[in-house]
């Protein structure tokens, strides 16, 4: 069983920047794509940035730029760097492991972007 725990998120001004992280319990990087995802209540669950093992990268019609997915082998950690957020990034935001019909995914954190 892989483990995802997420942590980084917070309270920010727009504008402001967070950086998220994503630690998995073991070594799946070389076989898993992994993601983040993000949830309000009004809205389902939408892409935000993965990134395959051969490091190719994908983003959301809505990052334009501001985000930027990485991550760490050594410390096991995926990360989601965010610049120029918007009100409209508040959200839960999810980390994702995928490969094949395989899936898991962490318990979520909390980003509010508020003045």
């Known amino acids: 069983q892989i483990q995802l725990v997420e942590s980084g998120g917070g309270s920010v001004q727009p504008g402001g920047s967070l950086r998220l992280a994503c630690v998995a319990s073991?070594?799946?990087?070389?076989?898993?794509?992994m993601g983040w995802y993000r949830q309000t209540p009004e809205k389902e669950r939408e892409l935000v940035a993965t990134?395959?093992?051969?490091?190719?990268?994908n983003y959301g019609e809505f990052v334009k730029g501001r985000f930027t997915i990485s991550r760490d082998d050594a410390r096991l950690a995926v990360y989601l760097q965010m610049n120029n957020l918007k009100p409209e990034d508040t959200a839960v935001y999810f980390c994702?492991?995928?490969?094949?019909?395989?899936?898991?995914w962490g318990q979520g954190t909390q980003v509010t972007v508020s003045s």
């Open positions: 994702k492991a995928e490969a094949g019909r395989t899936t898991h």
């Open positions: 990134l395959d093992p051969q490091l190719q990268t």
């Open positions: 073991r070594h799946i990087f070389g076989l898993f794509t």
